[in-house]
């Protein structure tokens, strides 16, 4: 694993070197893989990761009708999406389409899930965000919780992922206490650890990319 102090020094390099914005800019990490064969499922990472420090509000969209509509509205969650509006936008795909990449999660009640396998499966799935399915009964606050402060990286078939991991407004050590929690995640899904990295860089969105590993 990187040592702390290497990517506490990449984080400072890549935010002393960004240049002065007067807005504030995302911080991102790309990790570069080898020697892993992406035409298997099996190998290519899906992981929603539980960050130590919050990067910003997350949008969390609902699906559902009865308790976990009340549940949803007392959790703050940004929509919320009916059983007769999931059937709407089956026929509105620029509207489903813009509803998949506006919001970053998604949670349905098991009664609607196959709705929204029929009607936006195809708009959610190819960008995995698929709803986590929700019992009847369940308490959706604490799930509502971890989610604003989780991050989802997903290399699809490609050897290269990249994701947020932090914002010019944190502190270094803050930036890179969630470098090490994404790495340590994606390093445990890889067959081989380490040995499966070519490299990782942070950097800011208009900054250059600082080598971690």
Excluded: C
């Excluded at 959610?124 to 799930?143: A, F, N, S």
Aim: proline share 6%.
């Amino acid at each position: 694993m990187v040592d702390k102090t290497q990517i506490i020094s990449a984080v400072t390099a890549a935010m002393e070197q960004a240049p002065k914005r007067k807005f504030q800019e995302s911080i991102d990490i790309t990790i570069n893989l080898k020697h892993v064969d992406m035409a298997q499922p099996k190998n290519r990472i899906d992981e929603t990761i539980l960050l130590p420090q919050a990067i910003g509000v997350k949008k969390i969209a609902v699906l559902g009708k009865g308790d976990i509509v009340s549940q949803a509205r007392n959790a703050g969650v940004d929509i919320i999406i009916g059983p007769e509006e999931i059937e709407r936008l089956g026929g509105a795909p620029r509207e489903a389409r813009k509803l998949a990449g506006q919001y970053d999660y998604f949670l349905a009640e098991t009664a609607v899930m196959p709705l929204v396998g029929r009607w936006l499966g195809q708009r959610l799935g190819p960008r995995g965000k698929m709803p986590q399915p929700i019992p009847m009964g369940q308490d959706i606050t604490p799930i509502v919780e971890r989610l604003r402060n989780s991050v989802k990286i997903r290399s699809k078939d490609r050897l290269n992922m990249s994701v947020k991991i932090g914002n010019t407004a944190m502190s270094a050590d803050a930036v890179a206490e969630n470098v090490d929690a994404v790495l340590k995640r994606v390093l445990g899904r890889l067959e081989n650890g380490e040995l499966n990295v070519r490299s990782v860089y942070v950097k800011t969105t208009m900054g250059p990319a600082v080598k971690v590993m």
